[in-house]
């Protein structure tokens, strides 16, 4: 990393400033709309309507199928463990099971395992006609049947875990009835998944607004995806380059993670590119998803909160997290995915605990922001329980879609945590531009008094005995300052090597003039360095350092050498004077001392190269100043 690098980073952390708030206060009210609008329109649902279904039966003949599309949500009749053939009617269905929900939910009231059955749901219609049924992910494989017609079949239905093939598909199907009654007949296998069977919504109606509703919903899903995966790319580009970079990393990796599990759980967009897959492989996703969220939330956390010495309950919870998702990429068994998928529960109240603790100790530390955090997290942590555990097993929420419930909650966090991040990016960029101008204007007026005052006395005495040496001690005097104030870091001047070293000729003229031609500088730099950039005002400092403390009465040699290297420069600034002592050497080392010129160079070669100036010295033998200049990449 070279000069120019560094005068790119100064320019543009000075220059964008003010276009970064822009950005944030853009975005930030894009993520608000984008919450309200999104709550809207699951709410409007677009003309979702239901009605009560009882028995395996469901009474349209009133309905408004030309502009409403229906929930198949009650009450079905259901045959577990049989196939019940829907070409001959009057079988009896010997219980009932709701819709949407698990086979186990009929299993916890009789003493077999059930693993597959037979659902049927008889509809009465305003008049014969052609409609469509809507589904979406069903676990486990089916058979579809409308009036005892096959129309379908997903995956394979089997009798065993060995013939059954579990695909999941969402799927539109049209349905023809030559009557005002239409039998809908599900034959369901589920034995590789622990939870199967009708588990999520059924949509009913006419060609027109089945397609529309489903039209609909993948517009919603591609808007929030874009959302996730635009402000994911926003936060990685913006916090790379700072302080924030970790914190930034995992808010914008756990926005692509949100993205990905919003093409699963609105599924249009993913099975529409993958048909036809084994269920396990976006069963595995969704629970990858749902890890890299905790973990992206836990690692957020943990980063953004005040350091913790040997937190050891950090560290395992912190292995858990990773752990599970390594275990959940590399799992390849239904039952073990299925598993380790319930196992995410326990995984989310422990992070829970943790990241609540994190927060009242932000609270206590009285840390900006740290309401809004806990307002964020609890309200994303309610959203996911009520999806994910309390609507599965109670209700299914008929007002509000399930699915966006979690979404809400996602992007409602995304909107605090968002602005709690910026506006902390925001305040450390203002501090260290104000700090980079106060540095670079103190470095650039750091000119010694003495060393003017000398300089122009010298000028005075010379005009009454040498004026042609007068005149050439201006004429360099003035190339010293030149050179000294050429660098502007708002303009990017560029500085090489080359120009320090004539800057560096010309002091030590103008030193020589006081010392009696005593100082001696000796350049062993090859010609196809004197090109590269440097930072500005880097040696001459080190070389007034030696002078300083090095000259004594007896000539003064300084030597200067830059050996290349594959990555970077040596820079070596050798004196043979009267060195330093233990107490001067520590005071120079540890920047305990008056000078400015050593504390500017070690703080800037820090910023720019992770460097330091290295220090070696031997009372009346003399000093030898090093550093590593990185190369520019």
Known sequence: MGFTAFM??????????????????????????????????SFSQYNISAKSITDGYLDLTDADLDNSVYSL???????????????????????????????????????????????????SLPAPGTYCLKTSLISGAYRLYCNGSFIAEVGKVGYSGESEKSVWQPTIYLLDTDTRNLTITFQISNFNLQQGGLVNN???GTADNIYFFQSMQTIKSAVI?????????????????????????????????SALLETLLDENIFFYFFRNLPSIIPLKLQYIAYAILITCIFYFFKYFTPPQKNNIIMTIVGILNITYLVLMIFVTSYS???????????????????????IIRVIRSKKKYAYISLISIVILFILSFLQFYYIDTVTSLQFFPRENLFIVGILFFLLCQFNILLEDVDEAYENANQATSMEIAYLQAQISPHFMFNTLNNVSYLMDNDVPKAQDLLLRFCDYLRT?????????????????LDFLSNYIYIENIRFRDMITLIINVPDSLKSIYIMPLILQPLVENAIKHGFSSKPLTIELSVDEYPDHYLFTVKDNGKGMNSVQLHNVTQNTGTGVGIKNINYRLGKLCGETLHFESTPGVGTTISFNYAKEK
């Open 484 to 500: 000294k104030y050429k660098f502007d870091f708002r303009n990017r001047t560029e500085y090489t090597l080359e120009e320090e």
């Open 225 to 257: 995806i874009g959302i996730f995966v635009g402000i994911g790319i926003y936060l990685l580009l913006l916090t790379c380059m700072n302080r924030h970079r970790r914190t930034g990393l995992c808010l914008s990796i756990f926005c692509l993670g």
């Open 73 to 123: 949500d009650g009450m079905w009749n259901f045959t577990p463990n049989s196939f019940v053939d829907p070409n001959i009617s009057g079988l009896p269905y010997v219980s009932t099971i709701k819709v949407p929900g698990y086979i186990h939910q009929f299993q916890s009231l009789e003493s077999e395992s059930i693993k597959y059955g037979t659902y049927e749901l008889n509809i």
């Open 336 to 358: 073990i995915a299925t598993f380790a998928g319930e196992l995410s529960i326990v995984l989310l109240l422990i992070n829970i605990s943790i990241i609540l603790y994190n």
């Open 8 to 41: 790119s980073f100064c320019n543009i952390r000075g220059s964008t400033l003010q276009l970064k708030k822009s950005y944030r206060i853009a975005v930030s009210a894009f993520l608000f709309i984008s919450v309200i609008m999104l709550i809207i329109f």
């Open 202 to 204: 059924l949509y009913f």
